[in-house]
Nanobody, 122 residues
Framework: QLQASGGGLVQDGGSLRLSCAAS????????MGWFRQAPGKEREFVAH????????LYSDSVRGRFTITRDNAKSTLYLQMNSLKPEDTAAYYC?????????????????WGQGTQVTVSS
């Protein structure tokens, strides 16, 4: 299971740190990702990290503002979000990627957390 937390209401330009706690042995062996979904929109790729943490990938919209990290000893994934903008408002989901489909595609992830809401006010 994956449990995301850390969402909330923040002003334009503010910061938040999301966490995703994993249990059931599905964390340390798998690459992980963060996606987000705003009302009326499709789920969108945000960031991806390899199982070692040595390789990361970001969407163009968040690169330079967001940082994905992981602590395998704690089975926890993080997303540090800085310089938040109103367009970052969405439900954020963590997910574990099992197969070889591109890390930017949601269909490549087999395990999903329940989502945590991030709202950025202008």
């Amino acid at each position: 299971q994956l449990q995301a937390s850390g969402g909330g209401l923040v002003q334009d330009g503010g910061s938040l740190r999301l966490s995703c706690a994993a249990s059931g042995g599905i964390f340390s062996d798998y690459p992980m990702g963060w996606f987000r979904q705003a009302p009326g929109k499709e789920r969108e790729f945000v960031a991806h990290i390899s199982w070692t943490g040595g390789s990361t990938l970001y969407s163009d919209s968040v690169r330079g503002r967001f940082t994905i990290t992981r602590d395998n000893a704690k089975s926890t994934l993080y997303l540090q979000m800085n310089s938040l903008k109103p367009e970052d408002t969405a439900a954020y989901y963590c997910a574990a990627r099992v197969g070889t489909i591109s890390p930017t595609e949601a269909r490549g992830y087999d395990y999903w957390g329940q989502g945590t809401q991030v709202t950025v006010s202008s």
